[in-house]
């Protein structure tokens, strides 16, 4: 790890003198580029410096939200990476498919948990029971990865109250429920917490209020949480996928018609005919498109997590998106308001 941040410090500070030597008489302007360019530079060579990666065996992981997508595959690809894997299913005792596939495995180090991130009795049971399992109990557990999430759609009129609550408490509330229960357990191996977040944590769109305002929050949460893990060795990471609701399924037809007919049947009369029955068919056309168009690729975003957990010094930030999104979030990040207020794009 330390070798790492040297060799990068090193390659950085090389060619930023190198680029710098030829300017220094010249303009800021001259000098603000061959800073940039000493940039891209070193973070091109450091991109492709080898990876140290950890071992494995005897390190213990908590998954949550395994009974489909991201979270039942990463779970696998832990197992088979030679980890012990503690995935945290919340249809577990409603024979959910993904927690059968998952048990279906059948092997010691793969432990099938029923949990609810919404519900403190539940995640201490499983504290309970992990540290009965753990494969090194001195060891503690070597990663939390928080990737229990649920969605929807719709103006922030439309929407009542608790679809707001409904959403941060399984987004928001139990990342941070997740992470307080067990990090004592991770402070114990100087481990990781890894936090799903989404591009819509950096910048929303309209009709998703409900949902980016929980992934800003992660956000945050995580950024305070690595400040103050820092004194106890644990690294904090965050993961921002773009759009991948087609390979999760987190949106269906029926589910976004299902919450059409719900955001009408809850709006006031008032609402109603303010915005009218054709906005409402808008936006879920909108969803729809938007549904169908993401990646239906799943492994990205899995082989991020897994390169998260094995990093020995993993990143703060991994951006999992595709380039749609790279220069969407550049416009509405890095742009004057003016810019992204007149050229935006769902």
């Given amino acids: 790890m330390a070798s790492q941040l040297l060799i990068r410090v090193v390659v950085f500070a090389a060619m930023m003198m190198a680029c710098l030597q030829p300017t220094m008489g010249a303009g800021l302007w001259a000098k603000a580029f061959a800073v940039l360019l000493a ?9 492709f410096l080898p990876v140290t990666e950890v ?8 998954v949550t939200g395994c009974d489909t997508g991201f979270g039942k ?19 577990k005792d409603k024979g959910g498919e993904g927690a059968r596939e998952l048990a279906a495995i059948g092997s010691p180090r793969l432990h099938v948990l029923q949990m609810d991130v919404t519900s403190d009795d539940s995640l201490w049971k499983a504290r309970q029971y992990m540290e009965e399992n753990l494969p090194d109990k001195d060891a503690g557990l070597w990663a939390i ?12 009129e ?8 409904r959403v941060a408490e399984v987004n928001l509330w139990g990342t941070v429920r997740v992470t307080k229960v067990f990090l004592p357990l991770v402070r114990k191996s100087q481990g990781r917490v890894i936090n799903i977040a989404s ?8 009709s998703r209020s409900a949902y980016g305002i929980t992934k800003y929050g992660v956000e945050s949460f995580s950024d305070v949480l690595r ?15 773009g759009n991948f609701i087609s390979a999760t399924n987190i949106f269906t037809e029926d589910s976004i ?23 409402l068919d808008d936006y879920k056309l909108l969803m729809h498109k938007f549904a169908t168009k993401g990646s239906r690729d799943t492994s990205p975003v899995v082989d991020t997590m897994v390169a998260a957990v094995v990093a020995v010094k993993p990143k703060t930030r991994y951006q999992v998106m595709q380039p749609y999104w790279h220069i969407r979030t550049f416009i509405m990040t890095h742009l004057p308001e003016w810019i992204a207020d007149n050229i935006y794009i769902y």
């Fill in 158 to 165: 439309w929407c009542p109250i608790e679809t707001y609550k």
């Fill in 39 to 47: 940039s891209v530079l070193s973070w091109t060579v450091c991109r």
């Fill in 55 to 62: 071992d494995g065996k005897g390190k213990a992981v908590l």
């Fill in 199 to 206: 591009i819509l944590g950096r910048s929303c769109s309209p």
């Fill in 145 to 156: 990865l928080n990737n229990a999430g649920t969605s929807t759609y719709g103006l922030v």
């Fill in 257 to 279: 018609e299902n919450t059409a007919m719900e955001l009408w049947d809850g709006m006031t009369d008032e609402v109603k005919e303010a915005y009218g029955k054709k906005a």
């Fill in 73 to 91: 595959e990463v779970s696998q690809v832990l197992h088979d990476r030679g980890f012990t894997v503690f995935s945290g299913c919340v249809l």
């Fill in 227 to 241: 400040y103050e893990m820092k004194r106890w060795g644990v690294d904090i990471s965050i993961i921002e996928p």
